[in-house]
């Protein structure tokens, strides 16, 4: 069997979060229920509009740049790329072609190509009736586009690479990036070579979730490789992901740049980026927050493991809460015990609708996690107390206290639980005194129950084995 290598470049791309459209003043909410509620003679192509370019988007894709160490344009300017489709009824979508506003930069060590603006085009629905119909709230939405290097070689790296650009646009606060509503949007090419040159570049467009990506791009390397061993010849083509039946279909012959005509916009001036005192690095550094990389070196620190920086990192209410209490506190016990109890239990308490992460007090949960550490209450009550930081109204230490919670540790006060349980379980005490260890786990559960979970179990265990030895 021949070797062969796998060679993919993604492009991507993402609605900016901006408040108005890219060349109007329309609202940008391209998911409004109400169809049309949002348009302009301009976003609707009426003959005669004139497009004025909305600053806040380009400082976005500019900040991006700076995120990503790209080489921002000192000249720029807007495109039209030539074709029609109902839903772009200008028979031209306004883009960037020679000028982009970006090169270079690298994510996650894959190097990016270029990064440009565009506008997004309507959306067509066929489904409703027997006529297809045309929603334009979604028609000039700013889109930043992003071409990576032929430099990924398996699926995995592609699929990672799409989690760290999410992670990223979400970090900086530029766009929702959330796949399965469209507001960021994956394609991937294709090609595998059993020689030092590329082999015929196959497009895979429609995938809608990282695992997607992923299973698109395995599924694209064995159809190429199968149709390669038969001897036939692959086709350049865009080809489509079918998420039901996990595979790709033929969907047309790739359009090369030529046939879209692509000429300079003459409406939309041309951009001197150099000139514009908010896209000035000074200005787009102070719009750049801790970045992903940056705080994964922090968690490195606090002896956190990766796979749990990276529920946290990617989950913006449980980071923002963290970081929270990490300014409070640099201990790092304290903070590793915080982020397992934010990684797995506060998840699932905010799962099951019984705590909104937002109003938890970051100092309450330091606190709460201050007498977890010191054996002060036993890890079922901290997880029992976790909802209740909210509401609270004193301490964490007043309110245990209060409530009975505070952990029994002290032989005095669990001697004569120990004595109880003993007397009143005089089977199980001879199995254990034979050597049957599991019966320990029972005496202690019943332990546990007695003092209604405030023992310490490991002082129980202890006892237990001290008082039937003697
Ligand atoms: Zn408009």
Redesign the pocket.
């Known amino acids: 069997m021949k070797t062969y290598t796998t060679t993919i470049g993604l492009e991507v791309h993402a609605e900016l979060s901006t408040n108005s ?1 890219m060349f ?1 003043g ?1 609202k940008n909410q391209p998911h409004e229920s109400e169809p049309n509620a949002h ?2 003679p ?2 609707m192509a009426h003959p005669g509009t004139l497009p004025v370019p909305n600053k806040e988007a380009i400082a976005m894709v500019m900040t991006f740049g700076q995120a990503v160490g790209a080489t921002r344009a000192d000249y720029s300017e807007f495109d039209r790329k030539n074709y029609f489709y109902p839903d772009i009824p200008k028979a031209y979508q306004v883009s960037q072609y020679q000028f982009p506003f970006l090169t270079g930069g690298e994510i996650n060590g894959v190097e990016l190509t270029r990064v440009h603006l565009e506008e997004d085009t309507a959306r067509s629905s066929h489904e409703l009736t027997d006529s297809s119909l045309v929603d334009f709230n979604r028609a ?1 939405v700013p889109l930043m586009e992003l071409v990576t290097e032929p430099v990924i070689h398996d699926a995995a790296t592609a699929g990672n690479f799409g989690r760290e650009l999410q992670l990223l646009l979400q970090t900086l606060d530029i766009s929702g990036a959330n796949m399965e509503r469209g507001e960021m949007r994956i394609e991937a090419n294709i090609s595998i070579s059993d020689t030092d040159k590329l082999g015929t570049k196959v497009e895979v467009k429609n995938i809608n979730s990282f695992k997607a990506v992923e299973a698109a791009i395995e599924y694209e390397v064995a159809r190429q490789r199968k149709v390669l061993e038969a001897g036939d010849t692959l086709v350049q083509e865009t080809r489509g992901w079918d998420e039901n039946k996990n595979c790709t279909f033929s969907q047309r012959k790739k359009e090369s740049a030529m046939e879209y005509r692509y000429f300079p916009d003459p409406d939309i001036p041309k951009i001197k980026t150099t000139e514009v005192a908010d896209f000035s690095p000074e200005s787009l550094t102070n719009r750049i927050p801790v970045l992903p990389a940056e705080k994964r070196l922090k968690y490195k620190k606090y002896r956190i493991s990766d796979d749990i920086a990276d529920i946290i990192i990617s989950d913006r209410e449980l980071d923002t809460l963290f970081a929270k209490v990490a300014d409070l506190s640099e201990d790092s016990d304290l903070l590793s015990l915080t982020s397992n109890y934010l990684s797995v239990d506060m998840v699932r308490l905010r799962a099951e609708g019984v705590v909104d992460v937002a109003s938890v007090p970051a100092e309450l949960l330091l606190e709460l996690m201050q007498i977890t550490l010191k054996g002060d209450i036993g890890s079922r009550t901290t997880k029992d107390v976790l909802p209740k930081l909210p509401t609270l109204t004193g301490s964490v230490a007043e309110y245990v206290k209060e409530a009975g919670l505070v952990q029994l540790s002290d032989d005095s006060a669990l001697l004569p639980v120990v004595a109880d349980i003993i007397s009143q379980n005089p089977t199980q005490v001879e199995e254990l005194r034979s050597g049957k260890e599991s019966v320990l786990k029972y005496l202690v559960g019943q332990g546990m129950k007695l003092t209604k979970g405030t023992a310490n179990p490991q002082a129980l265990e202890k006892l237990f084995l001290a008082e039937i030895n003697k």
Do not use: L
């Open positions: 459209k109007c329309c348009t302009c301009v976003c000039g």
